[in-house]
T-cell receptor, first 115, second 112 residues
Framework: DGGITQSPKYLFRKEGQNVTLSCEQN?????MYWYRQDPGQGLRLIYY???????QKGDIAEGYSVSREKKESFPLTVTSAQKNPTAFYLC??????????????FGPGTRLTVT | AQSVTQPDIHITVSEGASLELRCNYS??????LFWYVQSPGQGLQLLLK??????LVQGIKGFEAEFKRSQSSFNLRKPSVHWSDAAEYFC??????????FGTGTSLTVIP
């Protein structure tokens, strides 16, 4: 059964700690994405990766880091430098058609709370 | 620059009534257009997509959308809303470099 998994569903951390959110896909998609969602602000792109070992910053990359060592995996680390990390984080993947994204599939999300 | 605008932050409709959610986009070429739905605390689910061809596209759950190039719009419609349609709806444009641009969403409330 193909899809995207994110773990854990809920994550709690103390301020000042780094935390890594997991994202795995078995759709054989080349591109993967991380979004942050806050109430009333829609989806904001943190990082995206079009191929293994390559990734680009999105609109709000400060305080976050990623890696893409395998096609299936795109973990996101929320560092202590991120000033307001409490949010809902969504991972997605897509394939392309003629150089444009074909469609994007989303994971169920991870809700991170930092206190 | 690419952008997507959803003018309606929140819409309330009665169950059984028709629905139209507005979406306007700005994109330099022929866009790939999408509508997604999100239930509270969940990921986004694709409702429908437009790449080319017939400008009226059908999706899941009885939704349809019409691409109007002259108006740069891709409005989502449903003839009869069900209580289970209450959710957040996002319009998106797919662009060069595998990037997606999302609107800020429209929250739909369905009243009995």
């Amino acid at each position: 059964d193909g899809g995207i998994t994110q773990s854990p569903k809920y994550l709690f951390r103390k301020e000042g700690q780094n935390v890594t959110l997991s994202c795995e896909q078995n759709l054989n998609h080349d591109a993967m994405y991380w979004y942050r969602q806050d109430p009333g602000q829609g989806l904001r792109l943190i990082y995206y990766s079009q191929i293994v070992n390559d990734f680009q910053k999105g609109d709000i990359a400060e305080g976050y880091s990623v890696s893409r060592e395998k096609k299936e995996s795109f973990p996101l680390t929320v560092t202590s430098a991120q000033k307001n990390p409490t949010a809902f984080y969504l991972c997605a993947s897509s394939t392309s058609l003629g150089g444009l994204p074909y469609e994007q599939y989303f994971g169920p999300g991870t809700r991170l709370t930092v206190t | 620059a690419q952008s997507v605008t959803q003018p309606d932050i929140h819409i309330t409709v009665s169950e059984g009534a028709s629905l139209e959610l507005r979406c306007n986009y700005s994109y330099g070429a022929t866009p790939y257009l999408f509508w997604y739905v999100q239930s509270p605390g969940q990921g986004l689910q694709l409702l429908l997509k437009y790449f080319s061809g017939d400008t009226l596209v059908q999706g899941i759950k009885g939704f349809e959308a019409e691409f109007k190039r002259s108006q740069s719009s891709f409005n989502l419609r449903k003839p009869s809303v069900h209580w289970s349609d209450a959710a957040e709806y996002f319009c998106a444009v797919g662009g060069i470099g595998n990037q997606f641009y999302f609107g800020t969403g429209t929250s739909l409330t369905v009243i009995p």
